[in-house]
């Protein structure tokens, strides 16, 4: 099992931004990719960003290109997802989730956690 505890969350105006961090533990030898979701109220989970944990390779949803960052820092092990000129319709929970099989699509994982509180407010 791979152990998933994102932080950083928060309350900030539109405009302004916050990092988010997801801890990495457990079994975490053979983790492959990870990536960002958020949920907002009333809607379904959507796909945010993705990294490969090794390679370093991105994708982002439309929505946030431009605006969002995601990295990782092998070493701790830490994933961040940087957000930048935040808007009220970034506020969602943020999850961070992780997966170990390289044949699946960047918007598949295994593992998850359990998710931090954004709000963005106008």
């Known amino acids: 099992q791979v152990q998933l505890v994102e932080s950083g969350g928060g309350l900030v105006q539109a405009g302004g931004s916050l990092r988010l961090s997801c801890a990495v533990s457990g079994r975490t030898l053979g983790v492959f990719r990870m990536g960002w979701f958020r949920q907002a109220p009333g809607k379904a989970r959507e796909f945010v960003a993705a990294?490969?944990?090794?390679?370093?390779?991105?994708n982002y949803a439309d929505s946030v290109k431009g605006r969002f960052t995601i990295s990782r820092d092998n070493a701790k092990p830490l994933l961040y997802l940087q957000m930048n000129s935040l808007k009220p319709e970034d506020t969602a929970v943020y999850y961070c989730?992780?997966?170990?099989?390289?044949?699946?699509?960047?918007?598949?994982?295994?593992?998850w956690g359990q998710g931090t509180q954004v709000t963005v407010s106008s």
């Open positions: 989730a992780a997966d170990k099989d390289a044949r699946r699509s960047y918007r598949q994982y295994d593992y």
């Open positions: 990294i490969t944990w090794s390679g370093g390779s991105t």
